[in-house]
């Protein structure tokens, strides 16, 4: 598979992953410290995440994702 794949595929499973009204650019600043810009230049494919970035927003994105549910579940 080619980088620009991997990276699509990425992008779209956060897409899935990330909760409705939570804002994915956001969600990746805070994820992995870089700017606004960095981001949108990856999410629109310009630049690919690098495998530690897509290594860590793995494993945050799970996280997220049963706080999320956890907090829905208690409300």
């Known amino acids: ?6 990276n699509e ?3 779209e499973a ?3 992953k990330i909760p409705d009204g939570v804002n994915l650019a956001n969600t990746l600043m805070d994820i992995l ?7 949108y230049r990856r ?3 310009e630049v690919p995440f690098t495998f530690a ?3 860590i927003i793995s494993k945050k ?3 997220l994702i049963r706080s999320y549910c ?3 579940l208690y409300q």
Do not use: C, F
């Open 61 to 63: 994105i799970r996280s």
């Open 33 to 39: 410290y870089i700017g606004k810009e960095a981001i």
């Open 1 to 6: 598979m080619t980088t620009n794949i991997l």
């Open 43 to 45: 999410l629109r494919g």
């Open 9 to 11: 595929n990425l992008i």
């Open 14 to 16: 956060m897409k899935v």
């Open 53 to 55: 970035e897509a290594s």
């Open 70 to 72: 956890r907090d829905k």
